[in-house]
């Protein structure tokens, strides 16, 4: 069917490859922004990993050092290591009664 559209005759078929094509280009440029978005917080995501890791690990440190001068401090001082622990089962039997 054709249509007169002023100076140009049209099939109808013109039109619509011309829509389709910018609707195509416009798919294709959402496409590249998603991907992009998606490249950036995977990369956002492992900065955050990394930190977290870094973070465990000093935690860790700090931890194994309490736990070997909490040692020492029980090896040097046996019998005041057992008054302090008593004292503080104490104070929760007290609190918790």
């Known amino acids: 069917m054709a249509t007169y559209t002023g100076t140009n005759i049209d099939n109808g078929s013109g039109g619509k490859d011309q829509a ?8 294709e440029q959402v496409k590249e922004q998603i991907k992009g978005l998606v490249d950036a917080g995977q990369d956002k995501l492992n900065d955050v990993k990394e ?8 935690v860790a440190d700090r931890a194994q050092g309490f736990a070997n001068t909490l040692r020492e401090q029980i090896k040097a ?21």
């Open 20 to 27: 389709k094509d910018k609707v195509e280009g416009k798919t």
């Open 51 to 58: 930190s977290l890791i870094e973070a465990k690990d000093k």
């Open 77 to 97: 001082r046996p019998l005041a290591t057992v008054a302090v622990a008593f004292g503080i089962g104490y104070v929760v039997m007290r609190i918790f009664r």
